[in-house]
Structure formats: structure tokens, C-alpha cells
């Protein structure tokens, strides 16, 4: 059965960094685009950012460019969100989210599973 599981969320100042994991089970994981996607409290769900199959193009919505990275590493099965100089507007619960097409949309349909989603609080 598809799942994904992520890891790496917590509590973190401002200015701090954390590093989001998803590691995909019961499929193919180099067969799909993978993406970001957080929800902060009160406000609707907000892409992030996109990575290619093979891991070659990478994509960031314009309020975490310059300051987060994804990648992947398809022998574990596994996608990454190095998240540094972290906002406290960046506080939100982090999901990862299957896609057959590359999309970068904040529409939730677009994706056809996602993971339990990591917490991400900044604060001081």
C-alpha cells in the first residue's frame, strides 16, 4: 500500500534551520514528481516546492527561495527539505505529496498521496 512518512519537523528559533524527510513505501518512487505543500494555522494550503523524477529540476515558491532546498535520493526512497533561515510566517504543518505530472500548485487534487505531515514551529 502508498505511503509516505516524514520525519524532521519540530521547534526551532528564528534564523534556525531543520531538515524534513519522506520516505515513500509501496511504489515506485522514481516513477514521480514529489512535492512540499504546508498549511499554516488559519490559512489554506500554500505549494512549495517541486523536484523532478531523477531529481535533475528543482522548484520553489518565491517566500522560501534562497533559503530551502529539496532533493532526493531515490535508492532510499526518500525526499529532503533542508529548511534554513526559517521564518516565523514559515510556521505550518509540512506535508509531502505525490504527483504523476509536475505540478506547482497549491490545488490539493493535484496530488494523489501525501504524508501525515511534520510540524514546523519557529519561534523565539
Keep these: 500500500q502508498v505511503q509516505l512518512v516524514e520525519s524532521g519537523g519540530g521547534l526551532v528559533q528564528p534564523g534556525g534551520s531543520l531538515r524534513l524527510s519522506c520516505a515513500g513505501f509501496g511504489f515506485t ?11 499554516a494555522p488559519g490559512k489554506g494550503p500554500e505549494w512549495v516546492s517541486s523536484i523532478y523524477r531523477d531529481g535533475s529540476n528543482t522548484y520553489y515558491a518565491d517566500f522560501v527561495k534562497g533559503r530551502f532546498t529539496v532533493s532526493r535520493d531515490n535508492a532510499k526512497n526518500t525526499l529532503y527539505l533542508q529548511m534554513n533561515r526559517l521564518k ?30 511534520t510540524q514546523v514551529t519557529v519561534s523565539s
Design 29 to 39: 518512487f522514481s516513477t514521480y514528481y514529489m512535492n512540499w505543500v504546508r498549511q
Design 88 to 117: 516565523s510566517e514559515d510556521t505550518a504543518v509540512y506535508y509531502c505529496a505525490r504527483s504523476r505530472r509536475f505540478t506547482m500548485t497549491s490545488i490539493l487534487s493535484m496530488y494523489d498521496y501525501w504524508g501525515q505531515g
